[in-house]
Nanobody, 125 residues
Framework: QLQLVESGGGLVQPGGSLRLSCAAS????????IGWFRQAPGTEREGVSC????????NYLESVKDRFTIFRDNVKNTVYLQMNSLSPEDTGVYYC??????????????????WGQGTQVTVSS
C-alpha cells in the first residue's frame, strides 16, 4: 500500500523558511513523480511543485519559482519542499501525492493519488 506522510509545517514569520518532508512507505519513491499541492481556506487545492523520477522538477506557480525548491533523497525515500522568503499568501495545508502517469506532473490534482494527510503552514507575524 502506497502511503505518504507530510511533516515540517508550522508557524513562521514573513521572510522565514520551512522545509517540508514527504516520506514514503510501502513503495520506492524514486520511481515515481511526486507533487506538492497546497490549499488555503476557502480555495481550491493548487499545484505548487513536482519532481520527476529523473530528478528534474517544475514549479507551477510564478510566485514560488524563485523561493521554493523541490528535491528528493532516495536513500531516505523522501521528497522535500524547501520554502524560503515565505509570505502570508503561502499559508495553507500542504500535501504531497503520487502522479498517476509517469512523466506528466500535471497541475491537476485528480491526476495524483495516495495523498498524505497534509501539514499546516502558517505565515504570520
Amino acid at each position: 500500500q502506497l502511503q505518504l506522510v507530510e511533516s515540517g509545517g508550522g508557524l513562521v514569520q514573513p521572510g522565514g523558511s520551512l522545509r517540508l518532508s514527504c516520506a514514503a512507505s510501502g513503495f520506492t519513491l524514486e520511481y515515481y513523480d511526486i507533487g506538492w499541492f497546497r490549499q488555503a481556506p476557502g480555495t481550491e487545492r493548487e499545484g505548487v511543485s513536482c519532481i520527476f523520477s529523473s530528478g528534474s522538477s517544475i514549479n507551477y506557480l510564478e510566485s514560488v519559482k524563485d523561493r521554493f525548491t523541490i528535491f528528493r533523497d532516495n536513500v531516505k525515500n523522501t521528497v522535500y519542499l524547501q520554502m524560503n522568503s515565505l509570505s502570508p499568501e503561502d499559508t495553507g495545508v500542504y500535501y504531497c501525492a503520487v502522479s498517476r502517469i509517469q512523466g506528466m506532473c500535471s497541475q491537476i490534482s485528480s491526476t495524483f493519488h495516495s495523498w498524505g494527510q497534509g501539514t499546516q503552514v502558517t505565515v504570520s507575524s
